[in-house]
């Protein structure tokens, strides 16, 4: 019961207070006069919201040392979360990912560290994002969420609704690996397979908000994912010593993640728990899929929509993001940038890490891997740095390559074969 002792004593961090939501805040306008404790959308001028936090009462509530010794995962972050009481927020057992220094799958010297967001409820980080959103929607009283999704985020979705007492409608390309689209049915939510890509599925949630009621959760559309998934640079400094890794590759589609980590180090550093330096942030897209990539390439802004996108590393075939700008600004600002890998050296990274390491990445952290490798070859990185990889999701989810050695039981065993 040690778990249900730890979550209860989380949960107690709720009961005796408010959130420190300030307001929200048009990510493109700046314009702030969207109040916290009622339900929005986009902002007016079509874009995400970024939810605000009184930095000075989080200051003189919490110190760094205390956050530090609360045990268990993401929702022990609760001054810096937007849910106000105990009784909304949803739990799976969710536990601060471990950090894993690789080893034989790299130089000799290198500083090369994966966080494995695999160990978390579904499999996915999707689910820091997904359990925050679904606990704002039962705090705010929504009570059918519909989501387009290559396969993750429907699967965090459908968990965390169903726990919740919510209900949960995804809509999936029809070529999202069957394991994802079993796996979100499974787990109590309604599932459709829908032939064209996950813009088609984003239109028709989309076109359905009016008719069916539902809370459109397309990424970045809700203010609460980007919350969630900021817990994973909560998470990093913490895990860091408040110190920073020199970079962070980040498999990114939608790029909730890295919006979110970027949001985190902001509010940790106003609140004096970490000082001005930052990982230099890179977005790693795959090459037939890499819309962020063209616009930093480009040196524009906004991105322009991918067409024929396609890349097994399911996550981030995403030919258009909503928060384009806020990724680009991310990457600017940290002095990164954005890489493009081909899908043949993603398996082979993948492949490569698993049999030397023994650790099984999804695609999309195997992509990362791909990118460093570019980047240390091209010079963007040197060898000295200390390097974070995310893997995003365990790889388990993916299709893996055939086995092909048969033993026949019936006839005489060549033992020497084993040694
Ligand atoms: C969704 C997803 C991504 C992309 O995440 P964003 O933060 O939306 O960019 C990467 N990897 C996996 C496994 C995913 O499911």
Same mark, same amino acid.
């Not at 493109?28 to 902002?43: K, V």
């Given at each position: 019961?040690?778990?249900?002792?730890?979550?209860?004593?989380?949960?107690?961090?709720?009961?005796?207070?408010?959130?420190?939501?300030?307001?929200?805040?048009?990510? #493109?306008?700046?314009?702030?006069?969207?109040?916290?404790?009622?339900?929005?959308?986009?902002?007016?001028?079509? &874009?995400?919201?970024?939810?605000?936090?009184?930095?000075?009462?989080?200051?003189?509530?919490?110190?760094?040392?205390?956050?530090?010794? &609360?045990?268990?995962?993401?929702?022990?972050?609760?001054?810096?979360?937007?849910?106000?009481?105990?009784?909304? #927020? #949803?739990?799976?057992?969710?536990?601060?990912?471990?950090?894993?220094?690789?080893?034989?799958?790299?130089?000799?010297?290198?500083?090369?560290?994966?966080?494995?967001?695999?160990?978390?409820?579904?499999?996915?980080?999707?689910?820091?994002?997904?359990?925050?959103?679904?606990?704002? /929607?039962?705090?705010?009283?929504?009570?059918?969420?519909?989501?387009?999704?290559?396969?993750?985020?429907?699967?965090?979705?459908?968990?965390?609704?169903?726990?919740?007492?919510?209900?949960?409608?995804?809509?999936?390309?029809?070529?999202?690996?069957?394991?994802?689209?079993?796996?979100?049915?499974?787990?109590?939510?309604?599932?459709?397979?829908?032939?064209?890509?996950?813009?088609?599925?984003?239109?028709?949630?989309?076109?359905?908000?009016?008719?069916?009621?539902?809370?459109?959760?397309?990424?970045?559309?809700?203010?609460?994912? #980007?919350?969630?998934?900021?817990?994973?640079?909560?998470?990093?400094?913490?895990?860091?010593?408040?110190?920073?890794?020199?970079?962070?590759?980040?498999?990114?589609?939608?790029?909730?993640?890295?919006?979110?980590?970027?949001?985190?180090?902001?509010?940790?550093?106003?609140?004096?728990?970490?000082?001005?330096?930052?990982?230099?942030?890179?977005?790693?897209?795959?090459?037939?899929?890499?819309?962020?990539?063209?616009?930093?390439?480009?040196?524009?802004?906004?991105?322009?929509?991918?067409?024929?996108?396609?890349?097994?590393?399911?996550?981030?075939?995403?030919?258009?993001?909503?928060?384009?700008?806020?990724?680009?600004?991310?990457?600017?600002?940290?002095?990164?940038?954005?890489?493009?890998?081909?899908?043949?050296?993603?398996?082979?990274?993948?492949?490569?890490?698993?049999?030397?390491?023994?650790?099984?990445?999804?695609?999309?952290?195997?992509?990362?891997?791909?990118?460093?490798?570019?980047?240390?070859? /091209?010079?963007?990185?040197?060898?000295?740095?200390?390097?974070?990889?995310?893997?995003?999701?365990?790889?388990?989810?993916?299709?893996?390559?055939?086995?092909?050695?048969?033993?026949?039981?019936?006839?005489?065993?060549?033992?020497?074969?084993?040694?």
């Amino acid at each position: 019961m040690a778990n249900q002792l730890e979550f209860e004593q989380t949960k107690s961090l709720y009961d005796d207070k408010p959130s420190f939501v300030s307001h929200l805040e048009c990510s #493109i306008t700046g314009e702030s006069d969207y109040s916290a404790g009622q339900i929005h959308g986009l902002s007016r001028a079509g &874009r995400p919201l970024l939810v605000r936090y009184d930095l000075d009462k989080i200051k003189n509530s919490v110190s760094r040392d205390e956050m530090e010794s &609360r045990p268990g995962g993401f929702w022990k972050y609760r001054e810096f979360l937007p849910v106000g009481s105990g009784e909304n #927020i #949803i739990s799976l057992g969710e536990v601060m990912t471990p950090l894993i220094p690789l080893k034989h799958s790299v130089p000799k010297g290198c500083d090369v560290i994966v966080k494995d967001e695999g160990r978390l409820p579904t499999g996915s980080f999707k689910a820091r994002g997904l359990a925050l959103a679904a606990a704002m /929607s039962k705090e705010l009283g929504q009570k059918h969420l519909a989501i387009p999704t290559n396969g993750n985020a429907g699967a965090a979705l459908a968990a965390y609704a169903t726990y919740a007492g919510l209900k949960s409608t995804s809509f999936c390309p029809d070529d999202t690996p069957v394991v994802n689209i079993r796996e979100i049915q499974l787990q109590g939510a309604d599932v459709f397979t829908v032939n064209g890509l996950v813009s088609d599925c984003i239109k028709i949630v989309k076109d359905g908000n009016q008719q069916v009621g539902w809370t459109d959760y397309t990424t970045l559309k809700e203010p609460y994912r #980007i919350e969630g998934k900021k817990t994973m640079g909560l998470e990093l400094a913490e895990q860091f010593g408040w110190q920073m890794p020199d970079v962070i590759f980040y498999p990114t589609g939608g790029g909730t993640g890295f919006i979110g980590m970027w949001k985190a180090f902001d509010e940790l550093e106003k609140i004096g728990w970490i000082g001005s330096k930052r990982p230099k942030m890179v977005a790693v897209q795959a090459s037939n899929c890499a819309p962020i990539v063209k616009a930093y390439d480009d040196g524009v802004e906004h991105a322009t929509f991918w067409e024929n996108a396609y890349t097994e590393a399911w996550g981030i075939r995403v030919p258009a993001a909503i928060g384009d700008f806020l990724i680009l600004r991310a990457v600017r600002q940290s002095g990164g940038f954005a890489i493009a890998v081909d899908e043949e050296d993603i398996f082979k990274c993948r492949n490569h890490i698993a049999q030397k390491d023994g650790l099984l990445l999804c695609p999309e952290g195997a992509a990362t891997f791909a990118a460093w490798q570019m980047a240390l070859k /091209s010079g963007q990185v040197s060898k000295s740095d200390k390097v974070l990889l995310f893997n995003t999701a365990t790889g388990l989810k993916y299709p893996m390559p055939e086995t092909n050695q048969f033993l026949d039981k019936n006839k005489p065993i060549d033992y020497n074969q084993f040694k």
